[in-house]
T-cell receptor, first 110, second 116 residues
Framework: EDKVVQSPLSLVVHEGDTVTLNCSYE??????LLWYKQEKKAPTFLFML????IEKKSGRLSSILDKKELSSILNITATQTGDSAIYLC??????????FGGGTRLMVKP | DAGITQSPRHKVTETGTPVTLRCHQT?????MYWYRQDPGHGLRLIHY???????DKGEVSDGYSVSRSKTEDFLLTLESATSSQTSVYFC???????????????FGSGTRLTVV
């Protein structure tokens, strides 16, 4: 059974801090790893990482895939209150299924 | 989200009653999914569809059924609602296999279901 574990469960930081969110996985026939941000409603797509694209960056957010360690990190630098959200990690296997982790709830205080 | 709508947005129902949630898309995507989200569990797949009348079970399918008679609509039915099915339900769509397109799924805004 595919398994995705995220840590920490929750995190409280102050504006300007840098945070690192972790995602580890056990998946048969790994294809890709995805990160989503969920504010009040629907999760929105952030990044997809594959064997051919193990590092992605967008503004203050960046993510790295470590296929050897079966894990990924999501870094957010110079955090802002608008970064407060649940961050979800998901892994895609050989089929068209995404297995999600339990999420990390990030709160950024002014 | 644009192109995918869920209805109703909120529903309170009594234990033992059947409930149907609707997901409607205007993107003509082949794949549609139903997830439930509970604290500490992230998103768990209930059922999915890979075409009209083609559906399959996910990891938490017990007590749920689905139907897809048209490309644009994917219905989730709780046959006899129980309190353990109180949750937020998300529908998602994808055009092709996730690995083929660099954006993953598009999610609807969710349906908050309370079973009392």
């Amino acid at each position: 059974e595919d398994k995705v574990v995220q840590s920490p469960l929750s995190l409280v930081v102050h504006e300007g801090d840098t945070v690192t969110l972790n995602c580890s996985y056990e998946v048969t026939n790994f294809r890709s790893l995805l990160w989503y941000k969920q504010e009040k409603k629907a999760p929105t797509f952030l990044f997809m990482l594959t064997s051919s694209g193990i590092e992605k960056k967008s503004g203050r957010l960046s993510s790295i895939l470590d296929k050897k360690e079966l894990s990924s990190i999501l870094n957010i630098t110079a955090t802002q209150t608008g970064d407060s959200a649940i961050y979800l990690c998901a892994v895609n296997n050989a089929g068209n299924m995404l297995t999600f982790g339990g999420g990390t709830r990030l709160m950024v205080k002014p | 989200d644009a192109g995918i709508t869920q209805s109703p947005r909120h529903k309170v129902t009594e234990t033992g009653t059947p409930v149907t949630l609707r997901c409607h898309q205007t993107e003509n995507h082949r794949y549609m999914y139903w997830y439930r989200q509970d604290p500490g569990h992230g998103l768990r797949l209930i059922h999915y569809s890979y075409g009209v009348k083609d559906t399959d079970k996910g990891e938490v399918s017990d007590g749920y059924s689905v139907s897809r008679s048209k490309t644009e609509d994917f219905l989730l039915t709780l046959e006899s609602a129980t309190s353990s099915q109180t949750s937020v339900y998300f529908c998602a769509i994808s055009e092709s296999k996730v690995t083929d397109i660099n954006y993953g799924y598009t999610f609807g805004s969710g349906t908050r279901l309370t079973v009392v």
